[in-house]
């Protein structure tokens, strides 16, 4: 069955940078958008960014810090993140779906998260 698998979470100091990793396994999800998003306890789970997979079509809350990217040999996607800031302290979750969304509700698959602490 399709899974999907977050890494390179971890603590970091302000001001640091993280690349978390999504690795996609059972499925080559080529026809599927991935994304990521983020949540906080007591907080819903909120877009950090999209990508489709024929590249044509992205979404980033804040492309000057954020960059996603994909390996589509390895069937991972990536998320870049510099210049990381305290509230950018979540789990952070990769999804993939049938269509690019920024919201929850399209996207069948979802890793189990990374947690991304940013120290202050």
């Known amino acids: 069955q399709a899974q999907l698998a977050e890494s390179g979470g971890g603590l970091v100091q302000v001001g640091g940078s993280l690349q978390l990793s999504c690795a996609a396994s059972?499925?080559?999800?080529?026809?599927?958008?991935m994304a990521w998003f983020r949540q906080t306890p007591g907080k819903e789970r909120e877009i950090v960014a999209v990508?489709?997979?024929?590249?044509?079509r992205t979404y980033n809350i804040d492309p000057g810090r954020f960059t996603i990217s994909r390996d589509n040999i390895k069937n991972t996607v990536y998320l870049r993140m510099n210049n990381l800031r305290p509230e950018d302290t979540a789990v952070y979750y990769c999804?993939?779906?049938?269509?690019?969304?920024?919201?929850?509700?399209?996207?069948?698959?979802w890793g189990q998260g990374t947690q991304v602490t940013v120290a202050s």
């Open positions: 059972g499925s080559t999800f080529s026809n599927y958008a």
């Open positions: 990508i489709d997979w024929s590249g044509d």
């Open positions: 999804a993939a779906g049938p269509s690019i969304s920024r919201s929850t509700m399209p996207y069948n698959f």
